[in-house]
């Protein structure tokens, strides 16, 4: 039995699953119900929620370099030695 | 024996599975700490398997929490564990030195401290627009700016050449602690751009595709239009040029007049 990250992933890596309509490339992978739904539907909220993993936040950037880094200390002791 | 402490940050591309080299994966898989910031959480279900300790840097985040505190406390999560003496990744989606500020900063440190430390691209969000739009930045030229710092900072647009802004789901965001600013705000942002592009020129809302059975968001619109459309944190403004190329006759007749030279 396949779940769906397993799923995910190779629908990620194959071209042949990837030409394919979703649902034929669900076919015979035993997912239930409810995450076959949320998948053919590309209803990414709804697979978070059943598979109990969402982000809230996924930005790295700052617009705006510190003025002072001194607040992030460089600790030279533990190698200089 | 001790092991020395190392950090690799490395990019696991903007779609689930698609897009990770084989090389970060190794580095993933081997390591002896992962700490993730991905874009989706079953993204980070998907790299949870790759590795027995991995530790999403998602707990670190909360709205009305500055930014640049949470991107500090990621930094020092990093590098305490390298500081133990362990083989730690850093896994970021996309690319880890491509808007991304805490990568940077742990390596920086990580080194200035005498530890081994680099980093392994990924594929962008950039990379995947130019696929999906369908432009070579080379034909035109292409900008590129976080948009509060767009906003923030007096630039020279140059209209000949795409723009690309972004974060514009936070555009203007001065406490670096919102998800998200609303349409004022972008309202603020068009009457930057519209003296170089008028109300009227076409832009493009962009989200690249981050789970295999997904489409890339492509949402064509005028630029007046902007503050009332649906933008998240993910979302990227895409600007095409206004105006043609405007030959540069000076240096060209100085190019010729080098070529004639003996």
Same mark, same amino acid.
């Given at each position: 039995?396949?779940?769906?990250?397993?799923?995910?992933?190779?629908?990620?890596?194959?071209?042949?699953?990837?030409?394919?309509?979703?649902?034929?490339?669900?076919?015979?992978?035993?997912?239930?119900?409810?995450?076959?739904?949320?998948?053919?539907?590309?209803?990414?909220?709804?697979?978070?929620?059943?598979?109990?993993?969402?982000?809230?936040?996924?930005?790295?950037n700052?617009p705006i370099?510190?003025?002072?880094?001194?607040?992030?200390?460089?600790?030279?002791?533990?190698?200089?030695? | 024996?001790? =092991?020395? %402490?190392?950090? $690799? #940050?490395?990019?696991?591309?903007?779609?689930? /599975?698609?897009?990770?080299? +084989?090389?970060?994966?190794?580095?993933?898989?081997?390591?002896?700490?992962?700490?993730?910031?991905?874009?989706?959480?079953?993204?980070?279900?998907?790299?949870?398997?790759?590795?027995?300790?991995?530790?999403?840097?998602?707990?670190?985040?909360?709205?009305?929490?500055?930014?640049?505190?949470?991107?500090?406390?990621?930094?020092?999560?990093?590098?305490?564990?390298? =500081?133990? %003496?362990?083989? $730690? #990744?850093?896994?970021?989606?996309?690319h880890? /030195?491509v808007f991304?500020? +805490?990568?940077?900063?742990?390596?920086?440190?990580?080194?200035?401290?005498?530890?081994?430390?680099?980093?392994?691209?990924?594929?962008s969000a950039e990379d995947c627009l130019y696929?999906?739009l369908?432009f070579d930045p080379g034909r035109y030229g292409c900008q590129h700016y976080e948009a509060s710092q767009f906003m923030f900072y007096r630039r020279r647009i140059d209209p000949a050449a795409y723009l690309i802004l972004w974060q514009i789901?936070?555009a203007?965001?001065?406490?670096?602690?919102?998800?998200?600013?609303?349409?004022?705000?972008?309202?603020?942002l068009v009457?930057l751009l519209a003296p170089d592009y008028g109300?009227?020129h076409e832009v493009i809302v962009y989200?690249?595709?981050?789970?295999?059975?997904?489409?890339?968001?492509?949402?064509?619109?005028?630029l007046?239009?902007l503050?009332?459309?649906?933008?998240?944190?993910?979302a990227t403004l895409v600007i095409p040029p206004s105006q043609p190329l405007e030959?540069n006759?000076?240096?060209?007749?100085?190019?010729?007049?080098?070529?004639?030279?003996?």
């Amino acid at each position: 039995m396949t779940d769906v990250i397993d799923f995910l992933e190779k629908l990620a890596q194959d071209a042949t699953l990837r030409r394919m309509p979703l649902q034929s490339a669900l076919d015979g992978v035993g997912l239930s119900a409810e995450v076959r739904a949320a998948l053919v539907s590309r209803d990414q909220q709804a697979l978070e929620e059943l598979l109990g993993s969402r982000n809230i936040c996924c930005m790295v950037n700052a617009p705006i370099e510190e003025e002072d880094p001194k607040d992030i200390p460089v600790r030279k002791d533990t190698r200089a030695a | 024996m001790d =092991r020395k %402490g190392s950090l $690799v #940050c490395v990019g696991v591309g903007m779609t689930l /599975g698609s897009h990770i080299t +084989p090389l970060a994966r190794s580095y993933i898989e081997k390591a002896d700490v992962v700490f993730t910031a991905l874009s989706d959480g079953i993204i980070e279900l998907w790299l949870a398997r790759m590795n027995a300790d991995v530790r999403s840097l998602q707990s670190l985040y909360k709205e009305g929490k500055s930014r640049p505190e949470t991107y500090r406390q990621m930094v020092d999560a990093l590098l305490t564990e390298v =500081r133990a %003496g362990k083989q $730690v #990744c850093g896994a970021f989606y996309g690319h880890p /030195g491509v808007f991304a500020w +805490p990568p940077h900063k742990a390596i920086e440190i990580a080194r200035a401290e005498g530890y081994s430390a680099h980093m392994e691209p990924g594929v962008s969000a950039e990379d995947c627009l130019y696929a999906d739009l369908g432009f070579d930045p080379g034909r035109y030229g292409c900008q590129h700016y976080e948009a509060s710092q767009f906003m923030f900072y007096r630039r020279r647009i140059d209209p000949a050449a795409y723009l690309i802004l972004w974060q514009i789901g936070v555009a203007g965001d001065q406490s670096f602690a919102r998800f998200s600013t609303g349409a004022q705000y972008r309202q603020l942002l068009v009457e930057l751009l519209a003296p170089d592009y008028g109300l009227a020129h076409e832009v493009i809302v962009y989200k690249a595709a981050t789970l295999p059975m997904h489409q890339p968001r492509m949402e064509r619109m005028p630029l007046g239009s902007l503050p009332d459309a649906e933008i998240d944190m993910h979302a990227t403004l895409v600007i095409p040029p206004s105006q043609p190329l405007e030959p540069n006759t000076e240096i060209r007749e100085r190019l010729r007049a080098l070529d004639a030279a003996p």
